[in-house]
C-alpha cells in the first residue's frame, strides 16, 4: 500500500533559523511529488514539483530535493511571512490523476 | 482568471438533508477533483474526472455523488447528509492531472 510520511507534524522557528522539513514516501512506481504551502482558512498553493531523483527546485526561502525515498523542503533564514503548514502528495503510476497527500507539517516563525 | 471558486463557504446541515458542493474552474483545465480535509489525515479523495462526462471514484466515495456535464463546473453532491461528513472541502483543477490548483474550500458541519 502506497504512503506518505511527513515529520515533524509541527515546528516552531525563530526568524532567521533555517530548518527542513521531511516527506518519506513508500509507493509502487513515482510520477512526481509536489509540494503545496497552506494558510489557515484558505486552500493549498501549489510550490514544486519534482520528478526524479536528485532533482531540486527553489524558490524565495524554500527548496526542495528528491531522493528515491523521501523529499525535503528546506527553508532558509524564513521569516514570519512563511508559517503555514506544508503539505507533500505524491503521484503514482497505478493512479494517474490520484494525489496521494501526506498529513503535513505545521510550521510557526516567531519574529 | 477566477481561478477555481466554491460555493458556499459555510454550510450547516442536518442528519439526512442532502446538499450540493459548487465547484467552478474558468482556467480550461480538463481534470477536476474533490478532496475533504480532516484533522491529522490530510486531505483525502473523494470524486475525479478526466474531462466532462467522465468521473471516478476515489478513496473515500461513499456517501457522495458527482457529475460533469461541461469542462468548467464539477458539483459534489451529499446525498443524506451525515455527522462524520462534517469536514473541510476541496475542489481542484488541473490541465493534466498532475500539478493541481485548490479552491478556497467549503467548511461543512453536519448535526
Known amino acids: 500500500e502506497d504512503q506518505v510520511t511527513q515529520s515533524p507534524e509541527a515546528l516552531r522557528l525563530q526568524e532567521g533559523e533555517s530548518s527542513s522539513l521531511n516527506c518519506s514516501y513508500t509507493?509502487?512506481?513515482?510520477?512526481?511529488l509536489f509540494w503545496y504551502r497552506q494558510d489557515p482558512g484558505k486552500g493549498p498553493e501549489f510550490l514544486f514539483t519534482?520528478?526524479?531523483a536528485g532533482e531540486e527546485k527553489e524558490k524565495e526561502r524554500l527548496k526542495a530535493t528528491l531522493t528515491k525515498k523521501e523529499s525535503f523542503l528546506h527553508i532558509t533564514a524564513p521569516k514570519p511571512e512563511d508559517s503555514a503548514t506544508y503539505l507533500c502528495?505524491?503521484?503514482?503510476?497505478?493512479?494517474?490523476?490520484?494525489?496521494?497527500f501526506g498529513a503535513g507539517t505545521q510550521v510557526v516563525v516567531t519574529p | 482568471n477566477a481561478g477555481v471558486t466554491q460555493t458556499p463557504k459555510f454550510q450547516v446541515l442536518k442528519t439526512g438533508q442532502s446538499m450540493t458542493l459548487q465547484c467552478a474552474q474558468d482556467?480550461?483545465?480538463?481534470?477536476m477533483s474533490w478532496y475533504r480535509q480532516d484533522p491529522g489525515m490530510g486531505l483525502r479523495l473523494i470524486h475525479y474526472?478526466?474531462?466532462?462526462?467522465?468521473?471516478d471514484q476515489g478513496e473515500v466515495p461513499n456517501g457522495y455523488n458527482v457529475s460533469r456535464s461541461t469542462t468548467e463546473d464539477f458539483p459534489l453532491r451529499l446525498l443524506s447528509a451525515a455527522p462524520s461528513q462534517t469536514s473541510v472541502y476541496f475542489c481542484?483543477?488541473?490541465?493534466?492531472?498532475?500539478?493541481?490548483?485548490f479552491g478556497p474550500g467549503t467548511r461543512l458541519t453536519v448535526t
Open positions: 481542484a483543477s488541473s490541465p493534466k492531472g498532475y500539478e493541481q490548483y
Open positions: 509507493v509502487s512506481g513515482l510520477r512526481g
Open positions: 502528495a505524491v503521484h503514482t503510476t497505478d493512479s494517474w490523476g490520484k494525489l496521494q
Open positions: 519534482l520528478y526524479s
Open positions: 474526472s478526466v474531462g466532462a462526462g467522465i468521473t
Open positions: 482556467m480550461n483545465h480538463e481534470y
